[in-house]
């Protein structure tokens, strides 16, 4: 399980992340919503240990080690991070993604037996900006579950690609629910489907934690009257 607590990320001038906590289980799908996509994006990489907390707690399976999320989780389709370079043809993204495998899980990975084989011949000529949204998602996803060790797929934006939630709800859906490989998915959204009765959260739900004053001494804390009349002797 994902848990989190007042996670913060600060940004030059506003908080790049406020507050926010959430929790997401394995074999569920989170939707986070939030109307900033730069708030969207330092979401998905704090929550996928790409990018470092200002504040606040994040735990995978109740340890609180970056390292341990890092290696259990992936960050799928990030503005400006690591979605897909339109000048790149499916096959080169393939063989591109799949490089970044740790060796010991990528055995003999090439990018044409693993289109076969995922089912993605169709496509394999076409250049990623060809790409329509729901065989985006698939593409993508697929490719971040080549590794045998995610356990956490944090998807950044998907509806940016499409207004319509049936292009890219279902297969997270679909991923979240499988019972074969159980995955905790969480995605960040502008807003919710509607009718999505799931579980939900928000970017900046949390309160900031209270600033605790210090006690006043014994003297700050005697009346007004009383100071003046030691003063006075």
Known sequence: MLSVQQLTVNGRRDPLLPATSLQAARGGLLLVTGTRQDQRTALALALSGRMKPSGGAIEWDGNA???QLRAASAVVDSPGVNEPEQHLSVRDLVTEDLALIPRRYRGALLSKPWLKVNRFEDIAGLWAEQLDAGRRIELLTALALANPHTDLLVVDSP????????????????????????LAVVATVTT?????A?????????????????????????PVRTLQEEDAK
């Open 65 to 67: 080690r970056i390292k």
């Open 159 to 182: 509806d940016r690609h499409s207004g319509d939630p049936a292009d890219w709800l279902p297969r997270l859906e679909e991923l979240a629910y499988d019972a074969g490989r159980p």
């Open 192 to 196: 919710l489907p509607d009718g999505w």
């Open 198 to 222: 799931g579980p939900a959260a928000s970017i900046g739900n949390a309160r900031p934690e209270p600033q605790h004053r210090p006690e006043p001494s014994a003297e700050e804390s005697l």
